[in-house]
């Protein structure tokens, strides 16, 4: 079998300081294991509950919904290892992140044409859903029209803005 990314062994041993110091010399924080295909958040949920270090992954990028190579994600993992710290973690970061995409989604090819408004209601509605505040919607709309350049702003410069700052706080 193939050794164990370091990354996972401190994970899997609660080691947050290494997490950290591993995640900042550029670890990849979705690295597999050669065996099982378990990433990082596999093993912040593997029989202890590890949620900070679950937290670390996820603010250093992690792919919320790698899958084992069986096709079991960290939460369905963290669900059958009884981890409910690490699942609530892994369940709204999904949902931030399918939000995110839904924004994203909601777009015409090309970010050219403005999208419909029943396309953005439904990707807000979802972004609402997975705990993001209509504040946060309306700051990320903000900033995206302040950043934009050119003749001004359109959907897609808000839209983008917003997807990316609820991909942000995933």
Not at 51 to 74: I, M, P, R, Y
Not at 111 to 121: E, F, I, R, Y
């Amino acid at each position: 079998t193939a050794p164990l990314p370091a990354l996972s062994i401190a994970v899997y041993h609660d080691q947050r300081d290494a997490v950290r110091l591993l995640l900042s010399r550029g670890a990849d924080a979705n690295a597999r294991d050669g065996r099982h295909g378990m990433a990082p958040l596999h093993y912040a949920a593997h029989a202890v509950d590890r949620a900070e270090c679950a937290q670390l992954l996820l603010d250093a990028g992690a792919d919320v919904f790698a899958a084992k190579h069986d096709g079991e994600t960290a939460a369905a993992f963290a669900q059958r290892m009884a981890q409910p710290r690490v699942l609530a973690l892994l369940d709204v970061a999904g949902a931030r992140a399918r939000a995110a995409d839904g924004l994203r989604a909601a777009m015409a090819p090309g970010w050219l044409l403005p999208v419909s408004a029943a396309q953005l209601t439904a990707a807000l509605d979802a972004a609402r859903a997975a705990g993001v505040d209509d504040e946060a919607l309306l700051a990320a709309a903000e900033e995206a029209r302040a950043g934009a350049t050119g003749a001004g702003w359109d959907w897609g410069t808000l839209v983008a803005g917003a997807a990316d700052a609820i991909a942000a706080d995933a």
